[in-house]
Nanobody, 123 residues
Framework: QVQLVESGGGLVQAGGSLRLSCAASGRTFSRYAMGWFRQAPGKERDFVAAINRSGASTLYGDSVKGRFTISRDNAKNTVYLQMNSLKPEDTAVYYC????????????????WGQGTQVTVSS
C-alpha cells in the first residue's frame, strides 16, 4: 500500500506560480510512475503530467505544456508539480497518483490516489 498526501495548493493571481508536492509513504515509491491530474467543478478528471520511476521520462497534457514541470525526488519519496504562468482555467482540485512503471495519461492505470489539493487562480 502507498499513501499519497498532496500539499502546496492555494489562491494565486493569474500569471503567478505555485509548487505542489505529493509525499508518499512506504519504501516502494521508486517503483511507481507518478502522475498529476486535476478536476474542476462539473468536469471530468483531466491528465496534467506524469513521470516515470527514475524521473528521466515525462509526459504533459496539452493545456499545461511549457508552463508546468513535473519532477520527483526518490530519496524523499516526493513528486512535485511546478506550475508557472497560471491561468484562471487552471483552477481545480489537483490529485497525485501512483501506478505502474510506465508513464501514462490514463487515470485507470494508477492504483493509488491522494485526497487532492485546491488550486484557485484569480483573474
Amino acid at each position: 500500500q502507498v499513501q499519497l498526501v498532496e500539499s502546496g495548493g492555494g489562491l494565486v493571481q493569474a500569471g503567478g506560480s505555485l509548487r505542489l508536492s505529493c509525499a508518499a509513504s512506504g519504501r516502494t515509491f521508486s517503483r511507481y510512475a507518478m502522475g498529476w491530474f486535476r478536476q474542476a467543478p462539473g468536469k471530468e478528471r483531466d491528465f496534467v503530467a506524469a513521470i516515470n520511476r527514475s524521473g528521466a521520462s515525462t509526459l504533459y497534457g496539452d493545456s499545461v505544456k511549457g508552463r508546468f514541470t513535473i519532477s520527483r525526488d526518490n530519496a524523499k519519496n516526493t513528486v512535485y508539480l511546478q506550475m508557472n504562468s497560471l491561468k484562471p482555467e487552471d483552477t481545480a482540485v489537483y490529485y497525485c497518483a501512483g501506478g505502474g512503471g510506465l508513464v501514462t495519461p490514463r487515470p485507470y492505470e494508477y492504483n493509488y490516489w491522494g485526497q487532492g489539493t485546491q488550486v484557485t487562480v484569480s483573474s
